[in-house]
């Protein structure tokens, strides 16, 4: 089983919590988006961020200092959205570690492919950004089927608990014998369709990281038993490849 998530837009340098074990396996790549990043001018940059001028600022001066392979955080503890919040990675135990090093893996525009425990950087580029490096037209032409041929030579099966920007950089390349199980989390609508709410759903994908962390559950047949933020498995909705999970329990609503 390999999970596959996104990443999140704020990150932060983390040097004493945990050691990075390993560079990230795409460290070529992130080369050229890098050198074609710092190719850019700040309006250029901010542009293609589309963030406020604070943010560029920052990022800018990340880009100009950027080290990829010094002084950097493990990847689990680098992301500080409300996915890796709810995920609380800090508080997770060595053998909860040692599962998700093995079984998860951070989808990213610019580094690839994530094991929790690659050392990286602070960055700013989303997978849908619009840079055109080597000849390619975006990130999705950029990465190509590269990220896809590497989780099909890791696992049988994909456990997708990424966004559509970042799981279409992987799913449509996959091989036919790679079986994909989506988790969609929702709630029910008066006209019986099922809504997600984006704030929601990031922190049910990290509760079930680390569910799955604290069961040890790798096999498709067990994630019907999640049962964390007052969700639920609906079998009458969920087929074998996609799992809706609805939430009963309103008290965690946002």
């Not at 940059?45 to 406020?52: D, R």
């Not at 036919?176 to 008066?190: A, Q, S």
């Not at 099922?194 to 049910?204: D, F, G, I, P, S």
Request: aromatic share 8%; charged share 25%; with cysteine.
């Amino acid at each position: 089983m390999r999970i596959i998530i996104s990443p999140a837009k704020q990150m932060q340098e983390d040097l004493d919590t945990l050691a990075p074990r390993d560079l990230p396996d795409f460290l070529p790549e992130t080369r050229q988006l890098l050198a074609a990043l710092r190719a850019m001018s700040p309006a250029e940059l901010q542009a293609l961020w589309k963030c406020n001028d604070s943010i560029a600022k920052q990022n800018v001066e990340r880009l100009r200092a950027m080290d990829l392979e010094g002084n950097l955080t493990p990847a689990l503890l680098s992301y500080v959205g409300i996915q890796y919040q709810t995920m609380a990675a800090r508080v997770l135990e060595t053998a909860q570690y040692q599962f998700l090093q093995e079984h998860l893996r951070i989808l990213s525009g610019f580094y690839g492919l994530l094991r929790p425990f690659d050392g990286v950087t602070p960055y700013r580029l989303e997978m849908g950004a619009k840079l055109r490096v080597n000849g390619c037209r975006d990130l999705y032409a950029f990465w190509g089927n590269q990220l896809a041929r590497a989780l099909a030579a890791e696992t049988g099966w994909v456990l997708n608990l990424a966004s559509k920007e970042y799981s279409r950089a992987v799913l449509p390349h996959l091989p036919p014998w790679v079986e994909v199980v989506t988790c969609v989390f929702g709630e029910l609508r008066p006209d019986g369709k099922v809504a997600e709410k984006r704030t929601l759903c990031k922190m049910a994908r990290g509760e079930m990281v680390r569910w799955l962390a604290e069961t040890g559950i790798t096999d498709p047949g067990g994630l019907p038993a999640f049962r964390g933020l007052g969700y639920q498995f609906d079998p009458d909705r969920s087929t074998e490849e996609r799992l809706i999970f609805l939430k009963t329990d309103r008290s965690n609503a946002v």
